[in-house]
């Protein structure tokens, strides 16, 4: 047999009195209620709430792999401007190693960087007419230039030193490692 069930009792204490509201807002209430009831009747029925829920779910879910998938784009398209960026490079290189095997272009680079010049020709350098020395009686800028910079005297037999520099310097890290400082004497 089936169980009725049994209700509690109910206090009769009278209910706390409400203030009224106004009857143009209830009403109006009523009507938005009647217009919402009304349009989720008509267009939003179960399909269409399971449809929302997995577009929702889906946006969720594959959000984060979109996000990833556009990282690793922006990142390979980087690096296939380095890639493009080396390869101009090597064949900037490549270029310029071919140059190198001619012989016109290693005599035009040493004349032009080292200032070579062939027996029997002249080389004039053009310099800036503040920096020439006007006392200088030698008649050539590059004997100025060449007294300028061989300044000490080259000798001509070999020399060794007296003592091995390079035992002194490892003797030197050793004892700094090993030794402990001298402790001070105080000053009278």
Do not use: C, H
Not at 70 to 77: D, H, T, V
Not at 130 to 155: C, E, H, P, Q, Y
């Amino acid at each position: 047999m089936a169980r009725r069930p049994v209700s509690k009792p109910t206090s009769r204490k009278p209910a706390a009195k409400r203030p009224a509201k106004s009857p143009r807002f209830a009403r109006s209430a009523v009507v938005l209620s009647e217009e919402t009831r009304n349009w989720l009747a008509s267009n939003f029925d179960a399909r269409n709430a399971v449809i929302f829920v997995m577009i929702v779910l889906g946006v969720v879910t594959i959000a984060p792999n979109v996000q990833t998938y556009f990282s690793y784009r922006q990142q390979i398209a980087d690096m296939q401007q380095q890639v493009d960026a080396a390869k101009k490079a090597v064949a900037e290189m490549a270029v310029e190693r071919k140059r190198w095997d001619d012989p016109v272009y290693v005599r035009s680079q040493a004349r032009q960087r080292l200032y070579y010049v062939l027996p029997g020709e002249v080389s004039y350098l053009v310099m800036d007419a503040g920096s020439v020395n006007t006392s200088d009686k030698s008649g050539t800028v590059g004997a100025m230039l060449a007294d300028k910079r061989n300044t000490s005297v080259i000798s001509s037999s070999i020399r060794s030193t007296s003592e091995n520099w390079l035992e002194d310097i490892v003797g030197s890290v050793i004892r700094a490692g090993i030794e402990q400082p001298a402790a001070e004497e105080p000053k009278k």
